[in-house]
């Protein structure tokens, strides 16, 4: 999206309600950019504010004056979405021609004359089977042509409309609502209602979008809905301006269907997010598998069929049977990716989003119908193929991908096969009635629409002229502060840990962070001690969060494998080597089979120099697991402390043997010096830092205090740097 920097400060004098600072930014944009602009509404708020102040210096103390401030707030706010729109209009030909196409035809058209003419489509629509059969083609195409160019200007119309009133929203309340309107219709300006709360915060669009919600009867319709203010929520102008609608979020969040079906939303956005991820694993792991083991073949002139081998059975009888089942191995994969949820289908009809039916943007939100004007004729000849007809009715796809199914199918159809196209033409490839009935359901409807969403996001030509909803500031509402403290809170662990899972840390974090002390559980302090200890995630609680968390989980359980092994972990990271051989010493209580407790516990007593006892558990490991690398490391390393040189060196050769790590050559290296091989001391250092890139203090600064402790002066210290 386009921005003036002038326009960017406006809003963030809102954001911090300073409206003073707010009007020199407007006024120093409408002098460098006067044509066009609302000076007339800027001067009002100017005049407003000045008689506020007026009255304010004659020592009036008006009780109305927060609430007249707020509301000029919210005047100032209307004019820069207004600024905003003209201005991102004036610098994009897709927008320009967008206002000069649908303004010029609506602006004097109220919602209410909409909803009139969308009730004589059903109605034109129904009558249609009293027209003549030699007519009724022709008045049908008609007919879906000039509602669908009508609608395609209302969505074209709202998505770069400025703040809407009162009036406006309530309008379309009952257009949205209404039993005579066309679901499809109502859909389709739902999506774009949607889009135009994203692009640009509006309340009255907000509320509009809750109250459809919650109000509607049409599953299809109340999903959108859900989807849109769920985007909408996360505006930082919400709370600044309008905590009024802040407060109608909470009492809908008191219903606890409304926080479950938040929680699998806020679960099937983190799914779409992974649509590129899922389409590597179906391209590299899954479809090479499924192709291999099939009896066609895809080349430029189409699909064929490969000849069978009349030598296969005899050669290889059991090949067709273990083909047979690899295919259907690689298929239940593919079947439960999509069961979880994932979006695999992404890859590859993101290949067939170049079609010029996508150049409109209400196309990637239409629900699927054959009347479209643009498929209807490719619909029209296909209407006998049982197979596509089933598969656009109840086939698990998103909107979006039905039509380009069809679109690229037409393209295709004359090459295929005459054995397939028999085969399609007769509906033999049926789609599995579990699904007939999962398509009309919540979570479908939800998921599928959000592939449509996310598709359009990522793939429509002109995606940079919109706010993408699917970046983290916009679609992690489980980190936004007005949900906590409210029925949804429960539900906060359930999608850090679906986030955890998909390795996305800094999400993870943002909703942890907003988790009251209330809710802070057992598994609430192992996530956040997990995040604080491995990647430094910080929180609000705690400026020591990883210690604190782990401390409170062993409050709550003491006898928790993970809780005692974050805090000896803890403890051992901050060189308390004493506390982390205390929980070391309980973790091998709790687990005394677990060879890494045991390493652990051993790398204790050889950081406190015990190394006597080290050595017999490290003994005893070495025994059992001989060819155990890590083992072998830390056995040297303390032999190596221990002053077992020649135990240690036969160590680091063996480890040597199986590849050169940089860590095992900067350990030999101590080992060969502290053993008096300077020379060769030198040679492992030497490839240590080419292979490392450190500088040469390092070989120092490492392990100063054993250097000193085994007697290497200060003067052999400098000798060895400058022969480095």
């Not at 943002?510 to 559980?521: G, H, K, T, W």
């Not at 968390?549 to 308390?576: C, P």
């Not at 101590?670 to 830092?689: D, K, M, N, Q, T």
Request: hydrophobic share 40%; with cysteine.
């Amino acid at each position: 999206m386009t921005e003036h920097k002038n326009l960017q400060d406006v809003y963030e004098h809102l954001l911090n309600r300073n409206l003073s600072g707010a009007i020199d930014a407007m006024q120093i944009f409408h002098s460098v950019r006067y044509r066009g602009s609302d000076t007339e509404t800027l001067n009002a708020i100017v005049d407003d504010f000045q008689l506020m102040a007026n009255y304010w210096k004659k020592g009036y103390k008006d009780p109305q004056a927060e609430t007249l401030y707020g509301n000029l707030l919210k005047r100032m706010y209307n004019l820069y979405v207004y600024e905003c729109l003209a201005y991102e209009i004036s610098n994009s030909s897709l927008l320009s021609d967008i206002y000069n196409r649908t303004f010029p035809i609506i602006r004097g058209q109220s919602i209410t004359e909409l909803q009139k003419e969308l009730e004589e489509f059903v109605s034109e629509v129904a009558m249609l089977e009293l027209e003549p059969e030699h007519k009724r083609g022709d008045i049908q195409k008609s007919l879906y042509l000039k509602h669908h160019e009508m609608m395609n200007n209302w969505f074209d119309y709202i998505i770069i409309s400025p703040v809407w009133n009162a009036g406006q929203a309530e309008e379309m309340e009952w257009l949205l609502l209404s039993p005579t309107v066309d679901s499809n219709d109502q859909q389709v300006l739902v999506s774009s209602v949607s889009i135009a709360v994203v692009n640009h915060f509006d309340n009255y669009k907000l509320r509009l979008l809750l109250n459809v919600y919650q109000k509607s009867t049409d599953e299809f319709v109340r999903q959108r809905a859900l989807v849109g203010w769920a985007f909408a929520v996360n505006d930082k102008m919400l709370p600044v301006l309008y905590k009024e609608d802040v407060h109608a979020i909470g009492h809908l969040l008191e219903t606890e269907e409304v926080c479950k079906e938040l929680t699998a939303l806020q679960q099937q956005i983190y799914l779409c997010l992974n649509a590129e991820k899922d389409n590597e694993t179906i391209q590299h792991e899954i479809l090479p598998g499924l192709l291999n083991n099939s009896n066609f073949r895809v080349t430029r002139n189409g699909i064929e069929e490969v000849e069978e081998d009349p030598m296969e059975d005899i050669l290889h009888p059991d090949a067709e049977e273990r083909r047979m089942e690899e295919m259907e191995e690689n298929y239940r994969k593919m079947q439960d990716m999509q069961k979880q949820g994932s979006d695999i289908y992404f890859g590859g009809f993101s290949q067939m989003k170049r079609f010029t039916f996508f150049k409109d943007a209400m196309n990637w939100f239409v629900p699927f119908y054959n009347e479209h004007p643009g498929v209807s004729e490719i619909a029209n000849k296909l209407r006998s193929n049982r197979f596509l007809q089933i598969m656009m009715h109840v086939g698990p796809f998103c909107n979006s991908d039905k039509y380009s199914f069809v679109l690229g199918f037409s393209q295709v159809a004359e090459k295929m096969p005459k054995e397939v196209m028999g085969m399609l033409e007769r509906g033999e490839a049926r789609i599995e009635e579990s699904l007939e009935a999962e398509i009309k359901t919540a979570v479908f409807i939800r998921r599928t629409y959000l592939q449509d969403m996310y598709r359009f996001y990522r793939l429509f030509s002109y995606k940079g002229l919109f706010r993408n909803p699917f970046e983290q500031e916009v679609c992690l509402y489980f980190a936004n502060p007005i949900f906590s403290g409210t029925l949804l809170e429960p539900h906060f662990n359930e999608i850090a840990t679906l986030l955890l899972k998909r390795k996305r840390i800094k999400e993870a974090a943002a909703v942890l962070d907003n988790v009251n002390e209330y809710f802070r559980d057992l598994r609430f302090y192992l996530m956040t001690g997990y995040l604080a200890q491995n990647y430094g995630c910080k929180f609000r609680f705690s400026d020591k969060a990883g210690f604190i968390s782990y401390m409170n989980a062993y409050r709550l359980d003491s006898t928790n494998e993970k809780v005692v092994n974050g805090l000896a972990k803890m403890y051992f990271n901050s060189r308390d080597y004493d506390e982390s051989l205390k929980f070391y010493n309980k973790l091998l209580e709790i687990r005394p089979e677990k060879r890494n407790f045991m390493l652990n516990h051993a790398v204790c007593l050889t950081k406190l120099k015990r190394y006597e006892e080290a050595l017999k558990e490290l003994f005893q490991l070495n025994y059992e697991h001989p060819d155990d690398v890590r083992v072998n490391k830390v056995l040297a390393w303390t032999l190596t402390c221990d002053g077992k040189y020649e135990q240690a060196l036969e160590l680091y050769n063996k480890l040597f043997s199986d590849g050169v790590e940089a860590e095992d050559l900067l350990n030999c290296g101590y080992c060969l010096w502290f053993s008096g091989r300077v020379e060769e001391a030198s040679v492992r250092f030497r490839r240590y830092l080419k292979d490392t890139g450190e500088k040469k203090n390092v070989i120092l600064d490492t392990e100063r205090e054993l250097i000193n402790e085994k007697g290497i002066t200060h003067a052999e210290q400098q000798m060895m740097l400058y022969i480095l």
